[in-house]
């Protein structure tokens, strides 16, 4: 039966691209092939053997109209189901595994006071395992699960959690370190603070938006540094490893050839990878100077004393830029950018901080389950080159790639997105010398999705 699935999907393969411009060419030797997933997704166990509680817990247990009344108490039950999990990875044939580490089991107050031994054997066991079937562990810090302690205390907004972060960092560092050699602190922050602070869809939330997400977006940037830093002096000579950020982002293509659509598009890309991007990976470190006047013109219009995007000290500038071995790019999807009149203003948002109007070519693919996911599959090569060039050509990793189908084992429609995704990035590297080392499918398993839960029900999010 695994024989008749493994020619079905070479055969599909192969007939697909008989024409296609990369059937031919191979991926580089050192090139690496990955899987990923987050904990909260798929562990499980959520108040099991010394666990605390995080702001997904909370948030999906109070069970709030956005969501779909489901939650992450078993998930997969990865918990308890590692070992069938590596077998999985094994069958796979994967160089690597790239998993988080939920801080809220290893410290059940998210303070780092009192360690819980049960998680440390844990994620000793996984990593273990891992090594035992010679697949690299990939080890994120934070994938959006913040111990509820450190949520009353304000959660992101707040900037003392940018030493509690480093607190949490430093343990994972002295606790794995030896055999983790690839470390991402942050997965997605747009999405905590945009989702979880900015609109108050995602966990914890709170909708203050172009406020609160800015602020928490400060916090997580500030943290970042402190870790990488962290690492950079105590670790890294000892441990020899590696420590990135992950940030995720659409292709935005401008919608026409003119200039203003050009314009407009580049600004949504600064808005939306830039964000977090540019204080990290541009060589003049900070906020994309487009973020930095177009926000302060409008929060001085409406009103406010000062610009509701927060300033980094030039000390803070040079402390933050570099902080960085390799550059983490999570993308899945596509949208068309126009020039738009600035939206007028009114309440602070950053949507219209940003005013431009985003659609879709009707000829695309979707999703079938997530309509937000659009399928174009030159977009991941556009985007890689915009990356490589806008951020002096850092080595990349795909961090995250993929789709959701309904196809169960006929699964055409991924088979189809994931090697046409893959022969891009193949482009990018041969055609276009970009250095791209790696290429990570989410996800491993068929995990919780967030809001989605388990089955597909979709929610109308905005701004995706
Ligand atoms: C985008 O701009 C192009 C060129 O100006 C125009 O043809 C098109 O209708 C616009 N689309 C939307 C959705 O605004
Ligand atoms: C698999 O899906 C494709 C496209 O949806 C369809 O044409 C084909 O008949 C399906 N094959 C099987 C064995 O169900
Ligand atoms: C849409 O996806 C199918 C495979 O599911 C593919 O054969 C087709 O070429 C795609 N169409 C476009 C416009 O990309």
């Known amino acids: 039966m695994k024989l008749f699935w493994y020619y079905y999907l070479v055969i599909s393969f192969l007939l697909r691209n008989t024409n296609s411009e990369f059937t031919t060419k191979r991926f580089p030797k050192n090139f690496l092939f990955g899987v990923a997933t987050s904990a909260y997704q798929i562990e499980g166990a959520w108040n099991e053997d010394g666990k605390g509680e995080n702001i997904w817990d909370r948030y999906l247990h109070e069970k709030p109209s956005t969501a779909s009344f489901q939650n992450g108490d078993i998930a997969c039950d990865s918990y308890h189901k590692y070992l069938e999990d590596v077998q999985l990875l094994k069958y796979l044939g994967v160089n690597y595994y790239r998993f988080s580490l939920s801080w809220s089991r290893i410290l059940s107050t998210g303070y780092v006071n009192k360690v819980n031994q049960a998680a440390v054997d844990y994620y000793k066991n996984l990593i273990n395992a891992l090594k035992e079937n010679k697949i690299e562990p990939f080890v994120t810090l934070y994938h959006w699960d913040l111990p509820q302690p450190l949520q009353d205390i304000g959660g992101w907004p707040n900037p003392l959690l940018v030493d509690h972060f480093a607190d949490y960092a430093r343990l994972a560092f002295a606790l794995f370190g030896d055999d983790v050699k690839n470390w991402m602190t942050f997965n997605e922050p747009k999405q905590t603070c945009q989702y979880g602070y900015g609109y108050g869809l ?45 940030i995720d982002t659409p292709w935005y293509e401008p919608g026409s050839d003119s200039d203003q659509d050009k314009e407009a598009a580049e600004r949504k890309l600064q808005f939306s990878f ?49 902080t960085y071995d390799f550059l983490g790019l999570n993308t899945c999807s596509v949208h068309l950018v126009n020039w738009t009149e600035d939206y007028p203003i009114g309440n602070p948002s950053w949507d219209a901080d940003t005013s431009v109007i985003t659609f879709v070519d009707p000829t695309w693919n979707v999703s079938s389950v997530i309509p937000d996911v659009v399928i174009e599959p030159s977009s991941i090569r556009k985007l890689i080159n915009w990356v490589d060039q806008t951020y002096n050509h850092p080595e990349i990793i795909i961090t995250e790639n993929g789709v959701p189908d309904e196809g169960d084992l006929n699964d055409t429609a991924r088979i189809y997105y994931l090697s046409e995704y893959m022969g ?37 999010l905005i701004g995706m």
């Open 202 to 246: 995602f966990s914890p939330g709170y909708a203050s938006d172009g406020i609160g997400s800015y602020l928490c977006a400060h916090t997580i940037i500030k943290a970042h540094a402190k870790a990488y830093h962290i690492y950079d002096k105590e670790f890294r000579s000892q441990q020899n490893g590696r420590i990135s950020f992950v």
């Open 274 to 322: 830039g964000w977090y991007a540019n204080p990290i990976y541009h060589p003049d470190g900070n906020y994309p100077q487009v973020m930095r006047d177009r926000i302060a013109v409008r929060s001085k219009q409406e009103g406010f004393s000062k610009s509701r995007l927060p300033e980094f000290t030039p000390d803070e500038v040079e402390y933050i830029k570099g």
């Open 424 to 460: 891009n990035v193949l482009l990018a590297i041969l055609e276009d010398n970009v250095n791209v080392m790696g290429y990570t499918i989410w996800s491993l398993l068929d995990n919780f999705e967030w809001l989605m839960g388990y089955q597909y029900v979709y929610f109308n």
